[in-house]
């Protein structure tokens, strides 16, 4: 069973930075997304970008487009969320997912899983408990 962890949110003043961490555990993971998703006080959950297992591709949300970027450590099995230029609409709890259909599936290797999965979280089946980030104006 995998277990996603999110951790380095926290408060942060407009225009700052901060990046956040998904570490994953309990699987051995091959070809797989990772979705960045927020939620913000009274609004539906939003995707922000997403990972590509297979070749490193990225896709961001066009409200991140810019400011926020996604990259994976291999060896710690961490996919980072930088966030840069924040602003107050940001201010969301953030979690990380994982869609791993892929695994095993040797046809996936070299694709850009993110043209798959994308930011529809209904394809994502495993998802961390989230982290809060406060933007302050």
């Known amino acids: 069973q995998v277990q996603l962890v999110e951790s380095g949110g926290g408060l942060v003043q407009s225009g700052g930075s901060l990046r956040l961490s998904c570490a994953a555990s309990g699987s051995t993971l091959d070809y797989y997304a990772i979705g960045w998703f927020r939620q913000a006080p009274g609004k539906e959950r939003e995707g922000v970008g997403c990972f590509s297992s297979t070749d490193g591709s990225t896709y961001y949300a066009d409200s991140v487009k810019g400011r926020f970027t996604i990259s994976r450590d291999y060896a710690k099995n961490t996919v980072y969320l930088e966030m840069n230029s924040l602003n107050p609409e940001d201010t969301a709890v953030y979690y990380c997912?994982?869609?791993?259909?892929?695994?095993?599936?040797?046809?996936?290797?070299?694709?850009?899983?993110?043209?798959?999965?994308?930011?529809?979280?209904?394809?994502?089946?495993?998802w961390g408990r989230g982290t809060q980030v406060t933007v302050s104006s």
């Open positions: 997912a994982l869609d791993n259909r892929y695994a095993g599936k040797f046809l996936y290797r070299n694709l850009d899983l993110c043209v798959q999965s994308g930011l529809s979280q209904g394809k994502y089946g495993y």
